[in-house]
T-cell receptor, first 110, second 110 residues
Framework: RKEVEQDPGPFNVPEGATVAFNCTYS??????FFWYRQDCRKEPKLLMS???SGNEDGRFTAQLNRASQYISLLIRDSKLSDSATYLC???????????FGQGTELSVKP | DAGVIQSPRHEVTEMGQEVTLRCKPI?????LFWYRQTMMRGLELLIY????????DSGMPEDRFSAKMPNASFSTLKIQPSEPRDSAVYFC????????FGPGTRLTVT
């Protein structure tokens, strides 16, 4: 079993739709959680950190459930520019190794 | 800040040749990471450094791969001899709690 597992996708949605990505992690000692975004043939870029209380950044909302070892990302009012691969990322200790999920591809259509 | 800088951006070489990838991390970041990304295996951590010292090289695939960080502003990843299965995008990242990726080196070994 992979340490970080994500919905395989791809997700094809119309502009304006709300889309949710889910991710589970296997190591209960994991301490830090992130969502990264990767555009085609580009480097991964940090989208947002995920905090225990949940956090929001504009149209993006991230949630963490430590008991279920589950992370989610909600994108509201999706835009064409949101089309990318979204990577769920977990860190076991501060400053150390990041474990990346395989990513979920999102395609937003006009 | 210029962000993480990698060179070359593209490298095409023949099997058996030595390949050297270079990385300049963001100034002030204590950690430096080397990743490899392929369609089949996704994003894999090869090795990371803290304050120029290698901390975990368990992801380095075999002895043909080596990495150095002679000072806080420079690191190299060397493959000698290269093989076609080494073809991938190699990313360097720096940071601690949050990691910031360079644009990557796209390596093709023929």
């Amino acid at each position: 079993r992979k340490e970080v597992e994500q919905d395989p996708g791809p997700f094809n949605v119309p502009e304006g739709a709300t889309v949710a990505f889910n991710c589970t992690y296997s190591n209960s000692a994991s301490q830090s959680f992130f969502w990264y975004r990767q555009d085609c043939r580009k480097e991964p870029k940090l989208l947002m950190s995920v905090y225990s209380s949940g956090n929001e950044d504009g149209r993006f909302t991230a949630q963490l459930n430590r008991a279920s070892q589950y992370i989610s990302l909600l994108i509201r009012d999706s835009k064409l520019s949101d089309s990318a691969t979204y990577l769920c990322v977990v860190n076991h200790n501060q400053g150390g190794k990041l474990i990346f999920g395989q990513g979920t591809e999102l395609s937003v259509k006009p | 800040d210029a962000g993480v800088i990698q060179s070359p951006r593209h490298e095409v070489t023949e099997m058996g040749q030595e390949v050297t990838l270079r990385c300049k991390p963001i100034s002030g970041h204590d950690y430096l990471f080397w990743y490899r990304q392929t369609m089949m295996r996704g994003l894999e951590l090869l090795i990371y450094f803290n304050n120029n010292v290698p901390i975990d090289d368990s992801g380095m695939p075999e002895d043909r791969f080596s990495a150095k960080m002679p000072n806080a502003s420079f690191s190299t990843l060397k493959i000698q001899p290269s093989e076609p299965r080494d073809s991938a995008v190699y990313f360097c990242a720096s940071g601690s709690y949050e990691q910031y990726f360079g644009p990557g080196t796209r390596l093709t070994v023929t």
